[in-house]
């Protein structure tokens, strides 16, 4: 399985992005995918989660009401809209796939692959 993801750019606080996480490769829907997000100087830090089926949805506190994550219907794409953005919001935001059918996770060292990250970066 390879990850692209795609859709970041600059925005002004209080806009939106909505990021993309497109699996090739091999069909993804069984994987649970992951977003996260590491700003310069920080370490990477878990931003929300979707199961295999898309049943099963989790957001970290900091992004929890604004930001939504889901995935289309064949489960190859995963998407992470973002509203109401912030200035701590700038980061690079990368997908992950985890192997494991174990739920939820949101250590980053549980997920198997990464994509290469897109930069979102939210002026005031």
């Known amino acids: 399985v390879q990850l692209q993801a795609s859709g970041g750019g600059p925005v002004q606080s209080g806009g939106s992005l909505r990021l993309s996480c497109v699996a090739s490769g091999r069909p993804s829907t069984r994987f649970g995918v992951g977003w996260f997000r590491q700003a310069p100087g920080k370490d990477r830090e878990y931003v929300a989660a979707i199961s295999g089926s898309g049943k099963t949805i989790d957001y970290s506190d900091v992004v929890k009401g604004r930001f939504t994550i889901s995935r289309d219907s064949d489960g190859n794409t995963v998407f992470l809209g973002m509203h109401d953005l912030k200035s701590e919001d700038t980061a690079i935001y990368y997908c992950?796939?985890?192997?494991?059918?174990?739920?939820?996770?949101?250590?980053?060292?549980?997920?198997?692959?990464w994509g290469q990250g897109t930069q979102v970066t939210v002026s005031s």
């Open positions: 992950a796939v985890d192997l494991q059918p174990l739920g939820i996770r949101t250590d980053p060292t549980a997920y198997h692959i």
